[in-house]
C-alpha cells in the first residue's frame, strides 16, 4: 500500500510542477463563494486549473497525510483534455500527468 501512496504522492508533485510550468499556479484561492459548487470540478464558479490546485490536489495532499484511504476511481484527464482544446496554451505535460493519476487511482 505505501508503495501506491508513494507513487500517488510523486503524481501529485508532477501536477504541481505542470501547473507552475504552464503558469497557471495562482498566489491567491478563489473566494470562498467558489468552493460551494455543486457542479463537477467547480466549473461554474472556477476554472478547471483553479480546481486541480485548490480542491483536488489539497484533499489528495490531505488524505496521504492523514493516512486515508485514496480514491479508487479517477477520470480527471478527459477534463484536462476538454479543457485546453482550443486554447492556446498546450497542457499536453499536465493532461499526461493527470493520466498516470487517473491510472494510479482506478489501478488499471
Do not use: Y
Not at 508532477?14 to 478563489?30: G, H, Q, T
Not at 476554472?47 to 489539497?58: A, G, I, N, R, S
Not at 493516512?67 to 486554447?87: K, Y
Amino acid at each position: 500500500m505505501s508503495n501506491r501512496v508513494d507513487q500517488v504522492t510523486d503524481s501529485l508533485l508532477r501536477i504541481e510542477i505542470e501547473l507552475r510550468r504552464i503558469d497557471v499556479w495562482e498566489a491567491s484561492p478563489p473566494p470562498e463563494h467558489a468552493f460551494r459548487s455543486t457542479q463537477p470540478f467547480c466549473l461554474d464558479t472556477m476554472e478547471f486549473t483553479q480546481w486541480l490546485q485548490f480542491v483536488f490536489l489539497q484533499k489528495m495532499k490531505a488524505l496521504v497525510e492523514a493516512g486515508q484511504p485514496l480514491p479508487t476511481v479517477s477520470g480527471i484527464a478527459p477534463m484536462a483534455e476538454e479543457h485546453f482544446r482550443g486554447r492556446a496554451q498546450s497542457g499536453q505535460r499536465l493532461v499526461e500527468a493527470l493520466e498516470e493519476m487517473d491510472r494510479l487511482l482506478s489501478g488499471s
